[in-house]
């Protein structure tokens, strides 16, 4: 159906994105704090470090070329030595031009400009070029190779590589997390929908067969009706007859629509009091034997010898179902057959069971009987049965929290058993 397709895309797009959003602020917010706890670290230490040079450049009386290249040389340190203010012969020979331009640039910075000249002292900061990229510089001045001043830039190439791998892989992991999320959202809501569809689906079976069952007697007693105004006296009374059958076929059909609806919406009246259930079995058997001797059918009850203990339940109901699987029985029977209740007491469940040999029902029906309007298709053509008696009994059954199963009899027919809690 197009509208629970659309429900079940928007359910999905929801079950989706309020938990990806979750991940990607969270993945986010964890990202934010490790890289600044990264960087924080890796400040500590290149201030570390720059403790250990500054110290050196302090203690030594000539400051080596050789010395300066080799930090240099690995690429791990940009150092620039100013004498009086001028930059030492080596760096300029050393660096490059937009080596000499960095460090110029950094050298107007305040932390620099503001190093006091007359104390052995350095400062460590940050520092973000024009070209946006990070740098740590340190700022020293050294009095003991006279009026030194050192301006030391490190690039943390090692830690932001890492912070971009770890991008690049919350990246992957959130992406591949919203791709699973979709999949098990657009799976879980088809299968939170799908009682629901099933739900209308039936209501709308429902309705049409309802509408169906009541159209056939209707359109018998409105015929018989147009029949009896032209119809001679003589013929009257069996147009009659029909139209009062079939209203009370339509009568029946009503309450028991009635009963079903008040199932649905939980609003059945129940009078549960303690109720003598072999009392209830046999008035069931003495109101229905003489419809069963018409049919040439006899009825046999079978109770156990001891007393039998009350049952907390809705007599009144209880008997209704009864009366409803006997019907049954009566009706699908073949002439000639017999139908066997009993009563029994088990561990404290109360067991009806109602036996015959008749017709039987099929392997593939019996997963339907309970459904509403659903009729085996060798009893159709009963019109006395409207395809609701047997879904009224498993509502029944439902209201006492009891069990209600079929199953074929031994040498044919069909075994209804309830088991009833005490």
Not at 182 to 192: A, D, G, N, V
Not at 238 to 262: G, N, P, Y
Request: one cysteine or more.
């Amino acid at each position: 159906m197009p509208v629970y397709k659309k429900i079940h895309r928007r359910l999905a797009l929801v079950f989706t994105s309020i938990p990806s959003l979750i991940l990607v602020l969270m993945s986010a917010a964890f990202l934010s704090l490790s890289e600044k706890a990264l960087y924080e670290n890796s400040f500590l230490n290149f201030s570390r470090e720059m403790d250990t040079i500054v110290s050196y450049l302090e203690q030594q009386d000539v400051i080596s070329y050789e010395w300066l290249a080799k930090i240099s040389d690995n690429g791990k340190y940009l150092p620039a030595i100013y004498d009086q203010g001028i930059l030492l012969s080596y760096t300029q020979t050393a660096l490059s031009r937009q080596e000499q331009q960095l460090l110029f640039q950094a050298a107007q910075l305040e932390p620099v400009a503001s190093l006091r000249r007359d104390l052995c002292a350095h400062k460590e900061f940050t520092y973000v070029s024009s070209q946006k990229e990070l740098y740590y510089i340190c700022a020293a001045s050294i009095q003991a190779n006279g009026n030194l001043t050192a301006l030391i830039l490190h690039t943390p190439e090692t830690v932001t590589r890492q912070i971009k791998l770890s991008r690049g892989c919350f990246l992957l992991l959130n992406a591949a997390g919203i791709i699973l999320l979709f999949f098990f959202s657009w799976h879980y809501t088809k299968r939170l929908l799908s009682p629901i569809q099933k739900s209308q689906e039936a209501q709308a079976a429902f309705i049409a067969a309802a509408s169906h069952e009541l159209r056939t007697p209707l359109s018998v007693i409105q015929s018989c009706a147009s029949a009896v105004r032209n119809a001679p006296c003589g013929e009257q009374p069996r147009f009659l007859t029909a139209i009062e059958k079939e209203s009370r076929r339509m009568s029946r059909l009503v309450t028991d629509l009635l009963t079903l609806s008040r199932a649905d919406s939980h609003t059945l009246h129940m009078c549960i009091q303690e109720t003598e259930l072999d009392t209830v079995l046999l008035d069931a058997y003495e109101h229905f034997c003489p419809l069963a001797g018409k049919k040439q059918i006899s009825m046999h009850i079978e109770l156990a010898q001891d007393l039998f203990p009350t049952c907390l339940c809705d007599g009144e109901r209880i008997a209704q179902l009864l009366g409803i699987l006997i019907s049954n029985a009566i009706s699908y029977q073949n002439p000639g057959g017999f139908i066997k209740l009993s009563l029994a007491y088990e561990n404290g469940t109360f067991i009806f069971r109602v036996a015959d040999h008749g017709i039987g029902i099929s392997n593939g029906a019996k997963a339907h009987i309970f459904e509403r309007f659903y009729r085996a298709d060798a009893s159709r053509s009963r019109q006395e049965h409207l395809g609701l008696g047997l879904s009224i009994a498993k509502e029944i059954a439902d209201a006492h929290q009891a069990g209600i199963d079929v199953q074929d009899a031994p040498g044919g027919g069909t075994v209804f058993t309830v088991r009833l809690p005490g």
